[in-house]
């Protein structure tokens, strides 16, 4: 039972009876009979507190970092207890023994960077087959999802992943190496088949402290190599020149959008109307490792967009190649790749303006996005952001300084204020507008995360970007220290319905009342057209077998033909002049029923109210009301 502490110091200072190992948790509440349950010292919780719930659970051996009295605690005499100092560091060893290694029976990617690790993630995930990622949004095994705590989890929960992943058909694990899992150690127990470094920028320095410290935590990835393992840096980051400087080599690969040197090099043709055209060189790379010249330069068609987005495919493509995967079946795969969720994801409307949802919570992730935006934006750039609370205070005017160098107007919102203030959050954000003599007239604060995204969406006009940074795919907002739901996505959604002021009434899968009144302009018949054929659309999609033709015409209900090929302003005067030619007949008509009874219904039509329903006399009073109706240009159903 000691064989988990293999190349582990430790001290076993009470020996219970043996037992044969079931499992290793640190969380007493998922303890069961004959684990072991690991006591540390956490930075909110002291898991010594909790030694007797799990020997209550079942727990046969406890191990501590800090010495312990085992007779202080119920039903300890079987119980073994093993001291080993500073257990985080070493957690991951222990979790190898008893799971038998499994990070040697698969290739393993570990992506580092302030920027980008999980893009490139998803890059590499849906080229390589069969895999296996872990990451910011998420653990996915194979097509099986899994929730994440942390973008790198703790070295326990990490190799119980990747013994699954084995166990589970994978052969490669990709997987978002944060700088806090470096520093901490906990992947000290894995080594990598390639490491990409994407960049490095100002973050985290409430945990780092200075940017050496975030620096060097981050190029620690190199030395967990394997020996034939391959390190790909970008070489534009001022910090990746240095990397590569310092550690060149033939297993390490540069990739650039500037150096032409660079072993892999890429450039933008130009955007598309669903991303951009690049051109791809790896000629050098191909001299590196085989001292063969080949031109070797391919150009694709990607789904993705901007300079940050190229950086990304770059150092997933070096990456690959070092693994021997062959280019073109890596140019093929790239181009079929979709956006990524929660990054620069577009949300289709009917505002004639371009809504994208990003994660960009930096200085340097806003300007990327940002300035890409503005690349392909034919109007105003209008900004939402904030700046997470009990994190990074000195980012926040850096990121309100980024955003005014592409921003033709910013609203400042909350993110994930924490325990912290919102208000004090924003008013630090806000001196960095100040300090840059930032329009007064030219931002908003608004701190409510929602009321900001509608204040937004009501801004926007024809031709606008409108961008909602900080959050991404994250589906909840941390208030104080409670989750709530929270989907920017959904609240856009749900702005965008009412924007339309259209609701439809009596709809079923072939017909739709929608209701427009007499006071309604010239706009709103717009939005109501646009409407109908965007529910067109959808309808034609889910009833193929219905042969649906709204977009090309409307049916003018009252004399019964189609208007082809006009817009609304000519419908709408069609309209006019046909009730017009009609009122005098109708009022003829009408005064010829005074004492009859209603055989059916009369109404008028919009909205379809009934002013007469079947069997009720017809007197004086109700046709004044109908002439009044006619007079002021409704269509009167059922005279």
């Known amino acids: ?53 799990a020997i209550d659970k079942g727990a046969k051996m406890i191990v501590v970092e800090k010495m312990v009295n085992p007779e202080r605690y119920e039903n300890s005499k079987n119980i073994t207890f093993v001291f080993i100092s500073n257990i985080r560091k070493k957690l991951g060893i222990i979790a190898s023994n008893f799971y038998d290694f499994p990070q040697n029976k698969i290739k393993i990617i570990g992506i580092t960077g302030t920027n980008g690790k999980t893009t490139s993630s998803f890059i590499l995930e849906n080229i390589l087959e069969k895999t296996a990622r872990i990451g910011t949004t998420g653990n996915r095994i194979l097509n099986e999802n899994f929730p994440t705590v942390n973008t790198t989890p703790e070295s326990l929960e990490l190799i119980k992943l990747i013994d699954k992943s084995v166990k589970m058909g994978a052969k490669y694990f990709i997987m978002e190496v944060s700088s806090h899992a470096l520093q901490i150690g906990r992947v000290d127990m894995l080594r990598f088949d390639s490491a990409i470094f994407t960049n490095l920028t ?31 840096i970008n070489i534009d980051d001022k910090y990746g020149k240095m990397i590569f400087v310092e550690i060149r080599g033939r297993n390490y690969i540069s990739f650039s959008k500037n150096d032409k040197s660079a072993d892999v090099y890429g450039e933008i043709i130009n955007y598309t109307n669903d991303g951009m055209k690049i051109k791809i060189n790896a000629k050098n790379y191909f001299e590196k490792i085989s001292s063969i010249s080949n031109e070797s330069e391919y150009v ?22 070092s693994m021997g995967i062959d280019i073109d079946y890596i140019l093929e795969k ?29 200085d340097d992730g806003l300007l990327n996005i940002g300035k890409t935006l503005q690349k392909i934006t034919d109007n105003r ?8 609370g009990d994190r990074d205070h000195d980012k926040r005017p850096k990121m309100a300084k980024a955003a005014a160098k592409f921003s033709d107007f910013i609203i400042l919102t909350s993110d994930n204020p924490r325990t912290e203030n919102p208000i004090s959050i924003l008013a630090a954000i806000e001196k960095g507008l100040v300090q840059i003599d930032y329009p007064f007239d030219k931002y908003l604060i608004v701190a409510d ?30 208030i104080g220290k409670e989750k709530i739901h ?83 302003s000519d419908i709408i005067n069609d309209i006019k002049k046909t009730d017009t030619d009609s009122i005098d007949n109708k009022l003829k008509k009408l005064y010829t029923l005074k004492g009859s009874r209603a055989k059916e219904y009369i109404y008028a039509y919009p909205p379809g109210i009934p002013l007469v329903i079947p069997g009720s006399y017809i007197d004086a009073k109700i046709i004044k009301k109908i002439e009044l109706y006619i007079k002021s240009g409704s269509n009167i159903v059922g005279i």
């Open 300 to 321: 694709v068609e990607v789904n993705l967009i901007g300079d940050y987005n190229l950086y990304n495919i770059l150092g997933c493509v070096a990456s690959l190649l």
């Open 486 to 568: 929270f989907d920017d996505r959904e609240i856009v959604k749900k702005y965008l319905k009412k924007y339309h002021k259209i609701e439809l009434e009596m709809s079923c899968e072939a017909y739709a009342l929608a209701l427009i009144g007499a006071g309604d302009t010239r706009k709103g018949f717009d939005r109501l057209f646009f409407a109908l054929k965007k529910l067109d659309e959808l309808i034609g999609k889910k009833l193929q077998h219905c042969n649906l033709n709204i977009s090309d015409s409307i049916y003018d209900l009252d004399c019964g033909n189609y208007i082809d090929n006009k817009n609304s």
């Open 1 to 53: 039972m000691y064989k988990i502490f293999e190349n582990v110091d430790y001290e076993v200072f009470h020996e219970g009876e043996t037992f044969e190992i079931k499992g290793i948790e640190y969380d007493s509440r998922k303890i069961e009979n004959d684990f072991v349950f690991i006591a540390m010292i956490g930075s909110v919780v002291d898991g010594h507190e909790f030694i007797q719930s």
């Open 334 to 362: 790239l181009s079929n790749i979709s956006s990524i969720p929660g990054r620069f994801e577009t949300i289709k409307n009917d505002l004639e303006a371009r809504i994208v949802v990003d994660f960009a919570h930096t």
């Open 381 to 388: 750039v209008i900004t939402i952001f904030g700046a997470g």
């Open 449 to 478: 995360r929602e009321k900001a995204i509608k204040r937004g969406l009501g801004m926007l006009q024809k031709g606008d970007s409108l961008l909602i940074a900080g959050k991404g795919h994250e589906i909840y907002q941390i």
């Open 202 to 232: 100002q973050d985290h320095l409430d945990f780092h402290k200075t940017m050496e410290n975030y620096f060097n935590a981050k190029k620690k990835i190199f030395t967990l190599l394997k020996s034939d393992g391959a390190g790909i």
